[in-house]
């Protein structure tokens, strides 16, 4: 009984533990590093929210980013857009003016645009498949975003035949004006000649062939 209550004693007063006398050496508590200094918690805090409110607004960029990629490539799919058409379409996106000057050049680049060659497509269409003359041509290509100097130059590569394409464009249609009187005929045929972008003196003067001719 009297040893139980020595030993509950010492345990109760926290003596440190008898080291063994057969055992390994003794080893130096480790030593704790201590943490690095701020001058309040707050600066901990305002750094996680820099760090994640940076790589949120990284993530959404890129989002944002390929959903503009996407939209145009969609779109380019459909028909051939200019320069200044594809630009409305990726602006639509909450990118930076360099984030879309960036993504627009890699698609000049890459082929999927450009505004030469969208001119030349349009004035080939005009000339070919509708009969249209220079005037309702370059209102054509203004309409869809091409520079002012590629569409001179790329109109001015057109043989100059105005005469012989509207005098075509005439014949194409004096059959429809068969049995009409000559002047209304001559109005009709001037008005559909001016509405293909042919001038006055140019559709005047195939109108009056045509007729004559039939």
């Known amino acids: 009984m009297t040893r139980e209550r020595d030993r509950s004693a010492d345990e109760s007063v926290g003596l440190a533990p008898v080291i063994p006398l057969f055992g390994g050496a003794h080893e130096a508590p480790a030593t704790v590093a201590p943490a690095p200094w701020r001058s309040t918690w707050h600066d901990v805090d305002d750094d996680d ?6 790589d949120a607004f990284d993530e959404c960029g890129s989002i ?13 799919r459909m028909r051939s857009l200019s320069v200044r058409e594809a630009r409305a379409i990726v602006a639509e996106r ?11 050049a890699r698609f000049e680049a890459r082929g999927y645009l450009g505004d030469a060659a969208l001119a030349d497509q349009l004035i080939h269409a005009g000339v070919d498949r509708k009969g249209q003359g220079r005037n309702v041509i370059a209102q054509t290509l203004a309409k869809r975003g091409i520079p002012r100097d590629v569409a001179d130059a790329a109109i001015s590569a057109l043989p100059d035949d105005d005469a012989e ?5 005439a014949r194409s249609k004096a059959y429809s004006l068969r049995g009409v ?15 293909r972008g042919y001038g006055g003196s140019v559709a005047m003067t195939a109108a009056r062939q ?5």
């Open 181 to 195: 009187d000559r002047q209304a005929a001559l109005r009709r045929l001037i008005g559909q000649l001016a509405r």
């Open 49 to 54: 929210d820099a760090f994640d409110s940076e």
């Open 210 to 214: 045509v007729l004559d001719e039939a």
């Open 64 to 76: 944002e980013l390929e959903i503009a990629e996407t939209a145009l490539l969609k779109r380019l």
């Open 165 to 169: 394409r509207a005098l075509e464009f």
């Open 94 to 104: 909450d990118l930076s003016p360099q984030a879309i000057n960036d993504l627009l």
